[in-house]
């Protein structure tokens, strides 16, 4: 089975500073990943996903992540935070659906909190 | 397209009480899923159709918990009799799985969720 784990609940941080929310995964079969963020009230939007090809994706809004199998990581970084990106963060990752099993099943971890400060 | 429509947004309800959420997916998505959120237990997978048919209910709480998919375009989760501990957001969430150059990958497009209090 698959695991996501985000290894920081909150992170505080000025705008115009750079930030990374970590993200480690455990699965014994290749995966999937992806990048979710939530603003208040609202649902969950995607930022980014890794399916295969370069290690480097790059999303919406600035943000991008790299893949690092050997690390099993999956983190997000962005150079310069604004206010706006307050918001929570959700790592996930799921199985491609050739490995079968309990297909199209995403497991999401617990999620970062990030807030930009003036 | 509008997106995941979930109604209602806000539901507030007293122990005992049935209660219903609703989901219209995206049309064309062959999957969806409704997730639990709370703070203790963050995300929660209850349960994901595919094509209509249940496919996996592992993630429903009990037996007061059950999710219907009458068609491709409407979905229901109901709780009978609800409790405080239900208190959460639920949230839907629909997906196509692509066939294309990201073979099997799974997107989900989520709703703006329901906010449900037990009281």
Redesign the interface.
């Known amino acids: 089975a698959q695991s996501v784990t985000q290894l920081d609940s909150q992170v505080p941080v000025f705008e115009e500073a750079p930030v990374e929310l970590r993200c480690n995964y455990s699965s014994s079969v290749s995966v999937y990943l992806f990048w979710y963020v939530q603003y208040p009230n609202q649902g969950l939007q995607l930022l980014l996903k890794y399916l295969s090809g370069s290690t480097l994706v790059k999303g919406i809004n600035g943000f991008e992540a790299e893949f690092n199998k050997s690390q099993t990581s999956f983190h997000l970084r962005k150079p310069s935070v604004h206010i706006s990106d307050t918001a929570e963060y959700f790592c996930a990752v799921t199985k491609p659906l050739n490995y079968g099993g309990s297909q199209g099943n995403l497991i999401f971890g617990k999620g970062t909190k990030l807030s930009v400060k003036p | 397209d509008a997106g ?1 429509i979930q109604s209602p947004r806000h539901e507030v309800t007293e122990m005992g009480q049935e209660v219903t959420l609703r989901c219209k997916p995206i049309s064309g998505h062959d ?1 969806l ?1 409704w997730y639990r959120q709370t703070m203790m237990r ?2 929660e ?1 209850l349960i ?1 159709f ?1 094509n209509n048919v249940p ?2 209910d592992s993630g429903m709480p009990e037996d007061r918990f059950s999710a219907k998919m009458p068609n491709a375009s409407f979905s229901t989760l109901k709780i009978q009799p609800s409790e405080p501990r239900d208190s959460a957001v639920y ?1 839907c ?1 629909s ?1 196509l ?1 692509g066939e294309g150059q ?12 329901s906010r449900l209090t037990v009281l």
Do not use: E, K, Q, R
Request: glycine content about 16%.
């Open positions: 995941v999957y899923f963050g995300l997978l994901y595919n496919i996996d949230f969430a997906s799985i990201a073979m099997g990958a799974n997107v989900l497009t989520f709703g703006a969720g």
